[in-house]
Nanobody, 124 residues
């Protein structure tokens, strides 16, 4: 059974940094994404990477602050979050697909078959 496990979520101060990790039970996934959901808000896509081509996509709200990457050898995906702001507070989820997900579907939840349970990030 495919499993995605997120880690690295914790509390941080505004302006601080965190790095989230998504470890996977199998590889390779062609596309890996990070989504987040804040209380009372809809889930939103944050960042996506096509693992073979290396193409990345970012939500406007995180461009220049967040960086998505992956390591085929581990296998794992990462989300480096810098200059965190209170509005980044949310549960962060890792999602993966065996298919290449193309724009404009990169931030659509149904594009991804596999999901982790989430890791909480609180910025205050």
């Amino acid at each position: 059974q495919v499993q995605l496990v997120e880690s690295g979520g914790t509390s941080a101060q505004p302006g601080g940094s965190l790095k989230l990790t998504c470890t996977t039970s199998e590889h390779p996934f062609r596309t890996i994404a990070w989504f987040r959901q804040a209380p009372g808000k809809e889930r939103e896509g944050v960042a996506t990477i096509q693992t073979r081509g290396g193409n990345t996509y970012y939500a406007d709200s995180v461009k220049g602050r967040f960086t998505i990457s992956h390591d085929n050898a581990k296998p794992a995906a990462y989300l480096q979050m810098n200059n965190l702001q209170p509005e980044d507070t949310a549960m962060y989820y890792c999602a993966a697909s065996n298919l290449v997900v193309h724009d404009p579907n990169v931030f659509r939840g149904p594009s991804y078959r596999f999901w982790g349970q989430g890791t909480q990030v609180t910025v205050s």
